[in-house]
């Protein structure tokens, strides 16, 4: 069987509200065949230069003056900290796994997944002035969102690792204090925080011969923040071993939604209309189409990758209709951009 590409995973690393791109700062990874590393650039791709070496994953905090990346070694990952203008990279959280990683609106936070590889893990969250860490929730875990004020993270949790184990959407104060539960069905997962509402994909198992073999199918839903009125917004008919839609980026008026439809040997970015669910592929649909990591430009610009996943892509902007991208880095991915 070929390598499955699921767009879930894709959206659980970094999501992101919207950002406008004039005076920002892109952070992304290089992969050659000496290793790995970390740059630095404008928002159009000029001015170029390497952070560090080694390093995966970048985020730059909205101030555009604060690097965090993930590098391995010794048997295991830790999230550093570099300043953007360059210097010795520092940890801050060690032992961090695949899962979550993502930074607050006004960069206070982090949110990471910690703990051993096999086994629950813990979803932390770093207070960046300080470099205090803390374990919001123990288990396994599902996408993460800050609130647009960075007081609240969303996030989805199960108890046992399985992709039929039962999921639900958290919501916990950064400050402290207990998460409380706002869905309670057990079949949702990414949230993606928005200017007003929750976006998640709610999932269900596919059906038929050889269906242990093929994921949960996802499609698009919205709730408010405490989890009222929530809404089904798309209902599309997921094929075999494919994962369906998980939501990446909210446009700043909460119309538009970038997703990311993945699964085996699949994965392409999908524009979704929130109020009428009428989607539209952005760039090619083929294996390794765009994926799609923020909008800019009034949620009219995405800001991805073509090409494979392991960052030996293009790093382009295509207009929300998904026509003629604008190569910014060739043979680069991971790009995240800083608010203005």
């Known amino acids: 069987m070929r390598r499955a590409v699921l767009a879930g995973g894709l959206a659980a690393v970094t999501t992101l509200v919207a950002v406008q791109s004039a005076s920002a700062t892109m952070v992304f990874s290089r992969f050659t065949k000496s290793g790995t590393s970390v740059w630095i650039a404008n928002d159009n791709g000029s001015g170029q230069r390497r952070l560090a070496t ?3 994953n970048p985020m730059i905090s909205s101030d555009g003056q604060t690097v965090f990346f993930q590098t391995s070694g010794r048997n295991r990952t830790d999230l550093m900290q570099v300043p953007a203008t360059g210097g010795t990279p520092k940890p801050v959280v060690r032992r961090v796994q695949y899962g979550v990683q993502t930074i607050s609106p006004n960069g206070a936070w982090v949110a990471v997944t910690t703990g051993p590889l096999n086994g629950a893990q ?5 207070d960046v002035a300080t470099g205090t860490v803390r374990n919001v929730a123990t288990g396994y875990f599902y996408g993460a969102s800050f609130s647009p004020d960075s007081t609240y993270l969303a996030y989805s949790r199960a108890g046992r690792v399985s992709f039929k184990a039962p999921n639900d959407v958290y919501v916990a104060p950064v400050s402290g204090g207990a998460a409380r539960n706002i869905t309670n069905d057990g079949h949702s997962a990414y949230p993606v925080w928005g200017p007003t509402q929750i976006a998640f994909s709610r999932w269900k198992l596919h059906y038929g011969p050889h269906h242990e073999q093929s994921g949960p199918a996802y499609n698009i839903s919205v709730m408010n923040p405490d989890g009222s009125d929530r809404r089904d917004v ?3 008919k997921v094929p075999f071993l494919l994962s369906g839609l998980t939501a990446t980026a909210w446009s700043p008026d909460g119309t538009r939604l970038l997703t990311q439809f993945g699964g085996q040997d699949t994965t392409y970015a999908v524009g979704v209309d929130v109020a ?4 539209h592929v952005i760039g090619p649909k083929s294996e390794f189409g765009m994926t799609g990591t923020t909008l800019t430009n009034g949620g009219m610009t995405v800001l991805g990758v073509y090409g494979p996943p392991e960052a030996i892509g293009n790093i382009v902007t295509i207009p929300w209709t998904g026509r003629r991208p604008q ?10 951009w800083s608010a203005p």
């Open 276 to 279: 009428t669910g009428k989607e």
């Open 234 to 236: 798309t209902n599309d």
């Open 54 to 56: 080694g390093g995966t």
């Open 122 to 126: 813990h979803l932390t969250l770093l």
């Open 327 to 336: 190569v910014l880095v060739r043979r680069a991915g991971e790009p995240f």
